[in-house]
């Protein structure tokens, strides 16, 4: 891999490692060639801009004493040797991809104050009784391939068999766009790590959500990445003539969806703080202005930490969009889309961040549910995992407008060097 030209200017590489060059490195990682547009910024998996993003942080790695290699997955892997060679490693990242039109922080931010952990110790020359590896994970958002977090899959062992060849917008499959990067898609499962190979998984993140921002906190630590189910309900009445179709006669399916998505709502709001509950997708038929709607489909998603406060809550909407149905003569049908469980974070990991939080930033930290996936929750399936948010401003994610204050990230930073250290004195 090639290191130069990238844009590390002699300013950048001139800062100290710590969160205020991660955020400063984030920056130049958001123009182009390290985006696919030149207005926005765009970054898939294995584009020609995920390329060069690839072979920026390598020599940012390489400078920091790191090992580069891509896996087979298409990962960048870094590694900074222990005290003795073929340790076992503590593995650090986040994603290197981006959805369009994205912000500059989602995913990088975390690979880039790995990179900087690594910068600080190789500085100090000092090294710890295990390996640490940074990974940047390479579709961690799904953005060009019809599949997401594909390329933890293969690291966590979960691609047991080679995944199917699936093509981009573009008509580009995945085969293709591996052996344009030297890989392939046969060798995608070969990029599993062994168990006995990986202590553990720590992934920094932006929040993506407004609640440190709202309690003033740079930091929280996560307890689990929340349970998730999506349905697909029907609800259909009787299509009638809007003038001519009394009022005490209707069975209006959009009159019953606009009480269902009510009552959505309000069992949301009745649980503990990480249950949520949206509508998000709805579709009136026949959806023209004379006549009364005879049909309407529309999504449910909800979401809480604990899978039972999920089912409990989606039982409760169950049972209410049952009976405001018969009350309004309109059938109902619920067909489940999507199940995804609930994945804890390890209780003595997390335990561990947050003394290191609380250390940095001399209060007990908030402790909070991830409401959105993270590749952490697929490298739960090969190593306890944990993870670290960092406040965004207006909790504004996936938009240009996506910003960090960096004193936040120096923080963050401290919390995750305290983190490694405690990690390391308390290994046997
Ligand atoms: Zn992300």
Same mark, same amino acid.
């Given at each position: 891999m090639m290191s130069s030209?990238?844009?590390?200017t002699a300013s950048l590489s001139a800062l100290p490692p710590g969160g205020h060059r991660a955020v400063a490195r984030c920056d130049a990682l958001?123009?182009?060639?390290?985006?696919?547009?030149k207005d926005q910024l765009f970054r898939p998996y294995l584009s020609a801009s995920y390329r060069a993003t690839c072979d920026c942080i390598a020599g940012w790695m390489q400078s920091a004493g790191m090992k580069t290699r891509l896996d087979a997955a298409g990962n960048l892997v870094g590694r900074y040797e222990g005290l003795t060679p073929d340790a076992p490693a503590l593995l650090i990242g986040s994603h290197i991809d981006s959805v369009r =039109?994205?912000?500059?922080? =989602?995913g990088m931010l975390g690979v880039l104050m790995s990179v900087e952990l690594v910068a600080h110790y190789a500085a100090q020359g000092r090294r710890f009784p295990f390996a640490l590896e940074v990974i940047g994970f390479g579709d961690e958002e799904g953005s060009r391939f019809p599949a997401a977090m594909l390329t933890s899959r293969a690291v966590a062992g979960l691609l047991k068999e080679v995944p199917a060849d699936m093509q981009d917008a573009a008509g580009i499959t995945l085969q293709d766009a591996l052996a344009a990067e030297g890989l392939a898609l046969e060798r995608m499962p070969e990029a599993a790590r062994k168990p006995?190979?990986?202590?553990a998984y720590l992934e920094a993140h932006i929040?993506?959500?407004p609640v440190l921002e709202a309690e003033n906190r740079a930091v929280g630590v996560v307890t689990a990445i929340a349970a998730q189910y999506r349905f697909r309900v029907r609800m259909k009445g009787v299509a009638g003539h809007a003038g001519t179709m009394p009022m005490t006669l209707r069975q209006d399916a959009l009159a019953a969806a606009a009480e269902a998505v009510l009552a959505i709502e309000k069992i949301g709001q009745s649980g503990p703080s990480d249950l949520v509950a949206t509508v998000g997708q709805l579709t009136v038929v026949p959806g023209v202005p004379n006549v009364v709607p005879g049909e309407v489909i529309f999504s449910i998603d909800v979401r809480a930490g604990d899978a039972a406060v999920r089912n409990a809550a989606t039982a409760e909407i169950r049972t209410a969009l049952e009976a405001l149905a018969a009350r309004r003569k309109v059938t109902l049908e619920i067909s489940l889309q999507q199940d995804l469980p609930a994945t804890p974070c390890d209780a003595a990991l997390t335990d561990m961040l947050s003394e290191a939080a609380q250390s940095v930033t001399g209060t007990v930290p908030r402790r909070m549910v991830s409401g959105a996936g993270h590749d952490a929750m697929i490298v739960a399936a090969l190593a306890p995992v944990c993870m670290l948010f960092i406040r965004c401003e207006g909790g504004i994610s996936h938009n240009p407008a996506e910003a960090v204050n960096p004193s936040d990230v120096e923080q963050a930073f401290q919390v995750m060097t305290r983190f490694i250290e405690d990690f390391a004195g308390r290994r046997p």
């Open positions: 030209d990238c844009s590390d958001g123009v182009a060639p390290y985006s696919e547009e =039109d994205g912000g500059r922080y =989602d006995e190979e990986i202590l929040e993506q959500g």
